[in-house]
């Protein structure tokens, strides 16, 4: 069993739609929780991470950390078609520890 | 902005072969790591160096290594390259373990081996 599962998608949506993108994981050491998106044909790039439990606001997205449940989510309001991208979760235990990465959704918004 | 240079965009190689690819980094960033990422499977660290000449075994380390003989550059080296090699390989750069950083990455290298 992978320390963290993630669906892969693919998921598309209309534009303007809510996106929810989910990962859950087994380690229960994991404190820092990861959201990077990653355009075609680039590497990612980290868009927001939280640490321990609770949301995380930036904008149109909001990260959420259930470390009870072990589940995170990241949602993408009034998605845009520049939202269209692989979006990958990553987890580690400390800020010196190495990153798991979950397989990564690949989002399309249509306009 | 970190800028993390891959040298090559697509690679083709003949089973057997000996490849390198190489990274370059332009922010003085202590660790360097490589990644493959492969549908279905993810991100996999195959190596990274906290330092000049130091190396680490990620988890998938057979088959690779590794050679950092300048702070900036971080070359992953297939001794002779196999099928099963063909991946997306991705470089990156981390400026401490100290505290929580993100990681930056190259745009990758497809390597294909016939």
């Known amino acids: 069993q992978k320390e963290v599962e993630q669906d892969p998608g693919p998921l598309s949506v209309p534009e303007g739609a809510i996106v929810s993108l989910n990962c859950t994981y087994s380690n229960s050491a994991f404190q820092y929780f990861m959201w990077y998106r990653q355009y075609s044909r680039k590497g990612p790039e980290l868009l927001m991470y939280?640490?321990?439990?609770g949301n995380k606001e930036d904008g149109r997205f909001t990260a959420q950390v259930d470390k009870s449940s072990k589940y995170i989510s990241l949602f993408i309001r009034d998605s845009q078609p520049s939202d269209s991208a692989t979006y990958l979760c990553?987890?580690?235990?400390?800020?010196?520890?190495?990153?798991?990465f979950g397989e990564g959704t690949q989002l399309t918004v249509n306009p | 902005d970190v800028k993390v240079t891959q040298s090559s965009r697509y690679l083709v190689k003949r089973t057997g072969e000996k490849v390198f690819l190489e990274c370059v980094q332009d922010m003085d960033h202590e660790n360097m790591f490589w990644y493959r990422q492969d549908p279905g499977l993810g991100l996999r660290l195959i190596y990274f160096?906290?330092?000049?000449?130091?190396?680490e075994k990620g988890d998938i380390p057979e088959g690779y290594s590794v050679s950092r003989e300048k702070k900036e550059r971080f070359s992953l080296i297939l001794e002779s390259a196999s099928t099963n090699q063909t991946s997306m390989y991705l470089c990156?750069?981390?400026?401490?373990?100290?505290?929580?950083?993100?990681?930056?990455f190259g745009s990758g290298t497809q390597l294909s081996v016939l």
């Open positions: 160096s906290y330092d000049v000449k130091m190396k």
């Open positions: 990553a987890m580690q235990e400390t800020s010196g520890s190495r990153l798991t």
């Open positions: 990156a750069s981390l400026p401490s373990w100290d505290r929580f950083e993100k990681l930056f």
């Open positions: 939280t640490y321990s439990s």
